[in-house]
């Protein structure tokens, strides 16, 4: 299975270089985030870095790091591939609808996400 952001800006991804750093959601509700450099990339590259990011197979170590912040808590780690979930994005469940780059502060954007 491979994760992908369904693109609901209501545009295109812009061509702009204007964001240093990106931080999105590794859990279902957001209590688990990352951060990543992107200064230089514009922001349909920044999604593809995020998507490969998410696209990384679930460890054991990854799982124990978000799993009480997902739509299933109480699923364990065992479980995860007879219901399907084989990389990381596939824990957002379906927050993978990309609604904005929300500036934080100077040069930080947060991606924001729905379902």
């Avoid at 609901?8 to 990352?34: A, P, T």
């Avoid at 999604?47 to 912040?69: R, S």
Wanted: a negative charge; charged letters at 30%.
């Amino acid at each position: 299975m491979t994760f992908k952001y369904t693109n609901s800006l209501g545009r295109k991804y812009g061509r702009d270089k204007y964001i240093k750093y990106i931080i999105f959601n590794i859990s279902r509700y957001g209590e688990h985030q990352r951060t990543l450099y992107v200064e230089g990339l514009t922001e349909s590259q920044i999604v593809k870095k995020i998507e490969k990011f998410l696209n990384q197979p679930i460890t054991a170590e990854y799982f124990n790091e978000v799993k009480n912040d997902l739509f299933h808590d109480d699923m364990l780690f065992e479980e995860l591939s007879t219901r399907g979930y084989e990389v990381v994005g596939d824990l957002l469940t379906d927050a993978k609808f990309l609604e904005g780059f929300d500036n934080i502060v100077d040069g930080t954007y947060k991606i924001s996400t729905g379902s």
